[in-house]
């Protein structure tokens, strides 16, 4: 029943953590989700009773180790008995605090599971390696959200499997390839407009460990304020920024560099650069001579491996599904502005 009570407490008022935490302590940063006091509770709660039972076994048996240790007169003992009050003591307690564990766990889940109706909703999509925030097709590299009010993230991958962690938030959740996950979290106002990390926190290849983006919480005011105005930046970008922006965002950077050489950013790449090439006729390992216009673009996005550029590795991943004809045109507009 304490327990119950104690919890009850943690979910009515959420900003207020048992231990006063909000400001973060050397093992964990501040508390800046509703959230996220629930979980640190939990945590320290975990860590307690782990530590007492830790401490407990070893001091008994520390010890035991010294007064019954084997000495001349001092030998085996064989008249130990069976005692039903002490088997079901240590079965009881045992039994009692599992089930607190289990029930604050459980409880929890379900509150961190459950996305409240009027949540705010924004597109994830996490690729090697970069963030992308879309919000009813606006894309952003950070993700910019409303204070006060319940988040919806719908999340997900078009390569391999990155997981999404805000650790001021103690939000974290998978990004599998082929499916949606989704998670939620409502960041009460600061008093400011705050900005937090955003990282991904599964091992994805190479660059996992720059794979990172930064929350920034708005007043509802601010927010709509930001949306309007990068709405208005984004409808006035000419077609060949907007292409650059994609070659940013959907990892052609990785392998295709703008500038004639087979290096972006001092780091080697597998494949052919985008610079000069627009209006060239192209030799292939293992299909005739082409000229390189939208027909080929395409192609080369949706079906990569029918024309493989004589001398260049088969490694590219199809982007079938993954971009629109406008956005391809979008990227022959870059691609066309890199003459020389
Ligand atoms: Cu994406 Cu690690």
């Given at each position: 029943m304490t327990a119950m009570l104690g919890l009850c407490n943690v979910l009515e008022q959420p900003a207020v953590s048992l231990f006063g935490l909000r400001e973060g302590t050397f093992w964990l940063p501040p508390q800046r989700s509703t959230i996220a006091p629930a979980v640190d509770n939990l945590f320290y709660t975990l860590l307690g009773i782990s530590a007492f039972f830790f401490l407990l076994i070893l001091g008994l048996m520390t010890l035991?180790?010294?007064?019954?240790?084997?000495?001349?007169?001092?030998?085996?003992?064989?008249?130990?008995?069976?005692?039903?009050?002490?088997?079901i003591f240590w079965s009881v307690i045992p039994l009692m605090i599992v089930t607190y564990i289990f029930y604050e766990g459980f409880v929890g889940y379900v509150q961190m599971r459950t996305v409240p109706d009027n949540a705010y909703e924004i597109e994830v999509v996490a690729g090697q390696w970069s963030w992308l925030f879309l919000y009813d097709g606006l894309e952003a590299t950070e993700l910019?959200?409303?204070?006060?009010?319940?988040?919806?993230?719908?999340?997900?991958?078009?390569?391999?499997?990155?997981?999404?962690?805000i650790p001021d938030f103690r939000v974290k959740m998978d990004i599998v390839p082929g499916r949606k996950t989704e998670t939620w979290f409502e960041a009460p106002?600061?008093?400011?407009?705050?900005?937090?990390?955003?990282?991904?926190?599964?091992?994805?290849?190479?660059?996992?460990?720059?794979?990172?983006?930064?929350?920034?919480?708005?007043?509802q005011a601010d927010f709509d304020a930001w949306l309007a105005d990068a709405r208005a930046k984004d409808q006035s970008k000419p077609a060949k920024e907007r292409g650059e922006d994609i070659y940013n965002r959907y990892s052609c950077i990785q392998c295709h560099s703008i500038d004639g050489t087979m290096e972006v950013?001092?780091?080697?790449?597998?494949?052919?650069?985008f610079k000069g090439i627009w209006g060239e006729t192209h030799e292939?390992?293992?299909?005739?001579?082409?000229?390189?216009?939208?027909?080929?673009?395409?192609?080369?996005l949706f079906y990569p491996s029918e024309k493989i550029r004589r001398g260049y590795p088969d490694k590219m991943s199809s982007y079938k599904g993954r971009l629109s004809d406008e956005q391809i045109r979008y990227i022959k507009a870059f691609i066309e502005s890199l003459k020389d």
């Amino acid at each position: 029943m304490t327990a119950m009570l104690g919890l009850c407490n943690v979910l009515e008022q959420p900003a207020v953590s048992l231990f006063g935490l909000r400001e973060g302590t050397f093992w964990l940063p501040p508390q800046r989700s509703t959230i996220a006091p629930a979980v640190d509770n939990l945590f320290y709660t975990l860590l307690g009773i782990s530590a007492f039972f830790f401490l407990l076994i070893l001091g008994l048996m520390t010890l035991f180790v010294i007064r019954y240790r084997y000495r001349p007169g001092v030998g085996p003992q064989s008249d130990v008995k069976h005692s039903t009050a002490l088997e079901i003591f240590w079965s009881v307690i045992p039994l009692m605090i599992v089930t607190y564990i289990f029930y604050e766990g459980f409880v929890g889940y379900v509150q961190m599971r459950t996305v409240p109706d009027n949540a705010y909703e924004i597109e994830v999509v996490a690729g090697q390696w970069s963030w992308l925030f879309l919000y009813d097709g606006l894309e952003a590299t950070e993700l910019h959200v409303p204070a006060d009010r319940p988040v919806r993230l719908v999340m997900r991958s078009d390569d391999v499997i990155h997981s999404l962690w805000i650790p001021d938030f103690r939000v974290k959740m998978d990004i599998v390839p082929g499916r949606k996950t989704e998670t939620w979290f409502e960041a009460p106002w600061q008093g400011e407009t705050s900005r937090h990390a955003l990282k991904c926190t599964e091992y994805c290849g190479t660059n996992h460990s720059t794979m990172l983006a930064t929350v920034v919480v708005h007043r509802q005011a601010d927010f709509d304020a930001w949306l309007a105005d990068a709405r208005a930046k984004d409808q006035s970008k000419p077609a060949k920024e907007r292409g650059e922006d994609i070659y940013n965002r959907y990892s052609c950077i990785q392998c295709h560099s703008i500038d004639g050489t087979m290096e972006v950013d001092g780091v080697e790449v597998v494949g052919p650069s985008f610079k000069g090439i627009w209006g060239e006729t192209h030799e292939f390992s293992n299909a005739p001579d082409t000229e390189v216009d939208y027909e080929y673009l395409k192609e080369s996005l949706f079906y990569p491996s029918e024309k493989i550029r004589r001398g260049y590795p088969d490694k590219m991943s199809s982007y079938k599904g993954r971009l629109s004809d406008e956005q391809i045109r979008y990227i022959k507009a870059f691609i066309e502005s890199l003459k020389d």
